[in-house]
């Protein structure tokens, strides 16, 4: 049986380079970018809903989740718009990589051999310059937080 893998981000940089890789090894993937067909934004969580429930619908019962959707973002704590690029950063960087695992959790469980991979930059180690909606929001242990509530 083929597993079915959703991809956020999955079509540029790293998350097309993983969608194609895991597409070239017979894995079916649906891949959630604003950009996509259907456009999917990660931060709705009704979006994020109607799209793993159409994924459902066309490809089976989700095995693999990686989480590669991001948006860099910066800026001044003291710049007029900070407020709503920080909010926005942990919209799409964070609260989407939840929603995206929070959706397709049923299937990772049930099949007992769910895998969920969150693709972060090394800036989540750092402190740059400008950067700290972007260096603040890597879901770097979403996976884990879930693992352990959901047993």
């Given at each position: 049986?083929?597993?079915?893998?959703?991809?956020?981000?999955?079509?540029?940089?790293?998350?097309?380079?993983?969608?194609?890789?895991?597409?070239?090894?017979?894995?079916?993937?649906?891949?959630?970018?604003?950009?996509?067909?259907?456009?999917?934004?990660?931060?709705?969580?009704?979006?994020?809903?109607?799209?793993?429930?159409?994924?459902?619908?066309?490809?089976?019962?989700?095995?693999?989740?990686?989480?590669?959707?991001?948006?860099?973002?910066?800026?001044?704590?003291?710049?007029?718009?900070?407020?709503?690029?920080?909010?926005?950063?942990?919209?799409?960087?964070?609260?989407?990589?939840?929603?995206?695992?929070?959706?397709?959790?049923?299937d990772l469980m049930?099949g007992g051999?769910?895998?969920?991979?969150?693709?972060?930059?090394?800036?989540?180690?750092?402190?740059?310059?400008?950067?700290?909606?972007?260096?603040?929001?890597?879901?770097?242990?979403?996976?884990?937080?879930?693992?352990?509530?959901?047993?």
């Amino acid at each position: 049986m083929s597993r079915v893998a959703v991809v956020t981000g999955g079509h540029s940089g790293i998350g097309r380079a993983t969608a194609l890789l895991l597409e070239k090894q017979g894995v079916r993937v649906a891949v959630f970018d604003l950009d996509g067909e259907p456009s999917v934004d990660v931060s709705d969580p009704a979006g994020v809903e109607a799209a793993v429930a159409g994924v459902r619908q066309t490809l089976g019962s989700v095995n693999i989740v990686v989480n590669a959707a991001g948006i860099a973002a910066g800026g001044l704590p003291t710049d007029d718009h900070y407020i709503e690029t920080w909010q926005h950063a942990l919209a799409v960087n964070l609260t989407g990589a939840m929603l995206v695992v929070r959706a397709c959790l049923p299937d990772l469980m049930a099949g007992g051999d769910g895998r969920i991979v969150n693709v972060a930059s090394t800036e989540a180690f750092g402190a740059g310059r400008f950067s700290s909606p972007y260096t603040t929001t890597p879901p770097l242990s979403t996976e884990r937080s879930f693992r352990s509530t959901a047993g």
